[in-house]
Structures are given as structure tokens and as C-alpha cells.
């Protein structure tokens, strides 16, 4: 059974730093791609960004781009978002998902099979 619990959230001013963390298990991953979304209050689950587990290629969404970092310690089975320069506009429930490889979209929230709780982070101005 796939679990995946993220941790590392909470409240920090305009500006500053977080990582989020994924601990991932219930399964080998290296045929999964595993990703980052946030969902902020009134709206959709947005993509954040995502890592093929197996060889460490990444995606990240315009809006966070040279700010936000995903990585992945295969040993620790563990995946990451650093989040640099935060803005109140990054605040948001985060998730991390999985999915399968494949052609499937990894910017679609609909594509990814496993979900995580979420984790509040909040960024006050």
C-alpha cells in the first residue's frame, strides 16, 4: 500500500526559506514520476513541480521556477521542495502525489494516483 506523508510546513515571513519533505513507501519507485501541488483556499490544485524518480529529470511550474527546487533522496525514499523567496501568493495546502511513467500529463493533478495529506504552509507579508 503507497503512503506518502509530507512534513516541513508553516509560517514564515515574505522572503525566507522552507523544505518541504515527502516520505515515500509501500513500494519501489523507480517506474513513478512523484510531484509537488498546492492548493490555496476557493481554488484548484495546482502543479508545482515533479521528478522521475528513476533518473532525477524535474519539472517546475513557471511561477516557481529559480525560486523552488524538487529533489529526491533515493536511499531515504524521501522527496523535497526547497522553497526560496517565498511570497504570500505561495501560500497553500502542499501535496506530494505519485504516478505512474507514461505519457500521462505530469502537470495534471488527475494524472497521479497516490496522495499525500498535505501540509499548510503559510507566507505573511
Known amino acids: 500500500q503507497v503512503q506518502l506523508v509530507e512534513s516541513g510546513g508553516g509560517l514564515v515571513q515574505a522572503g525566507g526559506s522552507l523544505r518541504l519533505s515527502c516520505a515515500a513507501s509501500?513500494?519501489?519507485?523507480?517506474?513513478?514520476?512523484l510531484g509537488w501541488f498546492r492548493q490555496a483556499p476557493g481554488k484548484e490544485r495546482d502543479f508545482v513541480a515533479s521528478?522521475?524518480?528513476?533518473?532525477?529529470?524535474?519539472s517546475h511550474a513557471d511561477s516557481v521556477k529559480g525560486r523552488f527546487t524538487i529533489s529526491r533522496d533515493n536511499a531515504k525514499n524521501t522527496m523535497y521542495l526547497q522553497m526560496n523567496s517565498l511570497k504570500p501568493e505561495d501560500t497553500a495546502v502542499y501535496y506530494c502525489?505519485?504516478?505512474?511513467?507514461?505519457?500521462?500529463?505530469?502537470?495534471?493533478?488527475?494524472?497521479?494516483?497516490?496522495w499525500g495529506q498535505g501540509t499548510q504552509v503559510t507566507v505573511s507579508s
Open positions: 502525489a505519485a504516478k505512474p511513467l507514461g505519457v500521462r500529463s505530469v502537470s495534471s493533478p488527475s494524472n497521479y494516483d497516490y
Open positions: 521528478i522521475n524518480w528513476a533518473n532525477g529529470w524535474t
Open positions: 509501500g513500494r519501489a519507485f523507480n517506474s513513478y514520476t
